[in-house]
């Protein structure tokens, strides 16, 4: 039986700001960056937006809430650099869960709420259940 999958990303864009603006104001690496106009993976469309993507990098059948801690490791003291973006930028919490069994626990502890709310992110959560063949 396949386990239940997660994948957590802290994900910037923008109209027309630089992704390269963020890493070098926080030092923090990005797991993607991409710009207007660049074909999203193999396919032939297109993205609409300038943008910055960080990953929990944490296995995705870990829980949330060990991708949640993740994510905020990863943002290290980078996070005073994220916190002072300009309004530019647009920020979202990234959640996607595949599930195959049955739901997982989908909790927000009000520490990690406290940390993306300061850098004015939303969090979005999409929950897509599977049937294993």
Same mark, same amino acid.
């Given at each position: 039986?396949? %386990?239940?999958?997660?994948?957590? #990303?802290?994900? *910037? %864009?923008?109209?027309?700001?630089? +992704?390269?603006?963020?890493?070098?104001? %926080?030092?923090?690496? +990005?797991?993607?960056?991409?710009?207007?106009?660049?074909?999203?993976?193999? #396919?032939s469309l297109r993205?609409?937006?300038?943008?910055?993507? *960080?990953?929990?990098?944490?296995?995705?059948?870990?829980?949330?809430?060990?991708?949640?801690?993740?994510?905020?490791?990863?943002?290290?003291?980078?996070?005073?650099? *994220?916190?002072?973006?300009?309004?530019?930028?647009?920020?979202?919490?990234? /959640?996607?869960?595949?599930?195959? $069994? #049955?739901? +997982?626990?989908?909790? &927000?502890? #009000?520490?990690?709420?406290?940390? &993306?709310?300061?850098?004015?992110?939303?969090?979005?959560?999409?929950?897509? /259940?599977?049937?294993? $063949?």
């Open positions: 039986m396949v %386990t239940n999958e997660i994948e957590v #990303s802290l994900v *910037l %864009t923008s109209t027309a700001a630089d +992704p390269e603006e963020i890493t070098s104001s %926080t030092g923090i690496e +990005p797991d993607q960056t991409w710009y207007k106009g660049d074909l999203i993976g193999a #396919s993205y609409k937006l300038n943008g910055w993507k *960080l990953t929990s990098g944490a296995s995705s059948d870990r829980g949330l809430r060990h991708h949640l801690e993740s994510l905020i490791d990863r943002l290290g003291p980078g996070i005073v650099g *994220l916190q002072g973006l300009p309004s530019a930028w647009d920020a979202e919490v990234a /959640c996607a869960i595949y599930v195959h $069994e #049955s739901a +997982p626990e989908i909790h &927000f502890d #009000s520490s990690a709420v406290a940390v &993306f709310a300061s850098l004015r992110a939303a969090i979005d959560v999409d929950v897509y /259940c599977l049937e294993d $063949e």
